[in-house]
Each structure stands twice: as C-alpha cells, then as structure tokens.
C-alpha cells in the first residue's frame, strides 16, 4: 500500500506540472522601441530637403531652429533639418520610404523628448520636465508645439497659449468665466506668468497640496507676489496661513464668485473655518454661555465684514491683530 501511494502521488504531480507547462504564457508588454531600423546614413545638409520639402524651407529663414544653419558653428548633428530629424542619406535614396527619417508623429513620446533636450536641456536647466506631470501623463514637446506650423511668433506654439493650456484644464476654463477673474483670456496677463509648463521643483509653501506647475518668485516665495508685492512682507505680526499655506489658503487664483477672489462668497464664513469659537466669538442667547458682552455677534451684519476692521490681514509691522 505505501508503495502504490508514492505512486499515485508522483503521477498526480507529473500530471499538474504537464498541465501548468501546457498553459499558454502571458505576453509581457514589450518595452517602447526607437524608430531606428532604417534611419541613418550620412548628413547630406539641409539643402537637400527643399527639393521635395519647399514649403517648409520658404518660411524656415523664420524659425528660431534656423540659428544652427546660419551661425555655421554646430555640428552636423544639429544642424537645421538633420538636427531633429536626424542624417538624410537613406530618406532621400530610398525616395522617402518610412522609416527612414526621424518623424516625430510615429515615435515614442519619450523619443521625442530626448530628442529635443539634446539642445533644449540648457534653456530648461530650471526646470524639472522629466519628472513634471506633463511628462509623467504622456505630454511632450509635440503636444504644445509646432516646429513648422506654430500658430504664434514666439516659442513656437501650436495654439495661442491660453487656447492651448485650457484645451487640457478645462475646469480652469471655467473658473475664468467668474465674475471675478484674473484677465488671462483678455490678454492681461497669461498662465506662464505664474506657472512653468516644463515642471517646477517642490515650493516652500503648502507642500501638503503640491501646487503644479506653479512657478516660484524670488526668495522661492509665491508668484503672487511679483505683482502683490504689498503682501510679500516679512511682517513683525504674520498671519500664519499666509506664510504656511500660501495665497491658496483663502484665495482662488483662477476666477471666484468673491471680489477679492476669496474661497468662499463671503468674507467671515471664510474666516470661521479657523476661527470658529475661539475667544469671544459667537453668538449670545439661545441658552448658550458665552463671554459677556460679545463684541462679534456673527449674526449681527456689522461684524460680518471681519476686514472692515482687520484691515492687515495678511500681516502687520503694528498691531497683533492686524488692526493697522
């Protein structure tokens, strides 16, 4: 009987180990390849792509891309065409057969990338586009550019700015159409006024939030305050969101329905989500005790305008409470 067992028990392990090799595998996500098969050759210059590319090259003495043809100082490598697109040889010799040229519509988005910080790393050194959001959800160069066809006459846009950032950020679309608004769509100002699109390094305010893109100041501080500079301080008496929290803290830097651009329609519901009890607010009856007499009866209209008094209140070289 001990015998006849092993028996059984080494048949039945045979058996499930033919059945988990008959099994077919999963097939592993291949990893994103370069288009590099038939691209290379020579550099054979810029001049002869305008045989089959002339519209481009009519209008290319504008681009800024053109400075590597006409300074003659950079290598072949990154010289006008080529300098993207990479050597000519076999794209002209095989009568522009795919593959054979570096299209930037059919390569990986992180091809593309590297392909232009092979000249742009040094005019993005403050930026962190390898690790910003865009880059981490696909969106490259090619996403807001155009290289041949830019909508605008500086940095190459594929749309005009605001048309190109809010294609994305709709909700922030909608925040501009608020009564109370920064005048990005009337061209007052535009988002790269206080945002980096190439990626920003961590801020010294309200890092618990992570604000994205937002550009920082001088002395790291908020772009509100290149042009807020009243509210910049350092203040003998702060108001310590302020300083901790950043702008954000009260304020909706997109559009509200607030005029000051408050989080909230009116000022003293926004102050009594910190200020809800302590000292000697409140409200007096209703069985409820409280420090007698009460000089912010919330309910009261009078103390409902809290800045009316608190003139300082983002901070104060006189008073502790940010009377003056």
């Given amino acids: 009987m001990p015998k006849l067992r092993a028996l059984l028990l080494f ?11 008959a099994q077919p595998k999963k097939a592993s996500k291949p990893a994103p390849q370069t288009v590099t098969s038939k691209a290379g050759g020579k550099f054979v210059g810029s001049k002869a792509c305008t045989s089959c590319h002339q519209e ?8 800024p891309h053109n400075k590597s043809v006409v300074s003659g100082k950079e290598p072949p490598e990154r010289t006008g065409c080529e300098g993207c697109h990479g050597p000519g040889e076999n794209h002209i010799e095989t009568f ?11 390569i990986p988005k992180q091809q593309v990338l590297d392909t232009c910080l092979k000249c742009h790393s040094q005019t993005l050194s403050r930026a962190n586009i390898r690790r910003s959001s865009h880059t981490v959800n696909d969106v490259v160069c090619t996403n807001c550019h155009s290289v041949h066809h830019a909508a605008t006459p ?47 390094f961590q801020p010294t305010w309200a890092n618990g939030a992570r604000p994205r893109h937002v550009e920082t100041s001088k002395a790291n501080e908020e772009p509100c ?3 807020h500079a009243d509210k910049r301080g350092p203040f003998v008496f702060e108001h310590s969101p302020v300083r901790v929290d950043g702008c954000m803290a009260c304020h909706v830097p997109h559009g509200s329905a607030n005029s000051r651009m408050l989080t ?11 200020h809800n009890g302590a000292g000697n ?6 069985g409820v005790k409280v420090q007698s007499p009460t000089p912010h009866n919330m309910a009261n209209p009078a103390f409902q305008g809290c800045v009316n008094c608190h003139v300082k209140i983002h901070g104060s070289n006189a008073e502790q409470k940010y009377f003056r």
Avoid at 12 to 20: D, G, Q, W
Avoid at 56 to 63: M, P, S, W
Avoid at 96 to 106: C, D, N, Q, V
Avoid at 157 to 170: E, R, V
């Fill in 264 to 274: 909230r329609p009116v000022v003293f519901t926004l102050c009594l989500e910190c």
């Fill in 154 to 200: 500086q940095k190459l846009l594929a749309k005009t700015q605001t048309a190109l950032c809010t294609g994305c950020h709709l909700n922030v679309k909608a925040q501009f159409s608020m009564p109370f608004k920064h005048r990005v769509n009337e061209g007052f100002m535009s988002c790269t006024d206080c945002h980096n699109p190439h990626g920003t």
């Fill in 11 to 21: 048949v039945l392990c045979a058996l499930f180990a033919a059945t988990l090799s």
């Fill in 56 to 63: 481009i090259a009519d209008t290319f003495f504008k681009n």
């Fill in 281 to 286: 607010l409140g409200r007096q009856g209703n």
């Fill in 96 to 106: 522009a057969e795919p593959g054979t040229i570096l299209a930037f519509a059919k």
């Fill in 225 to 227: 305050m290149n042009c």
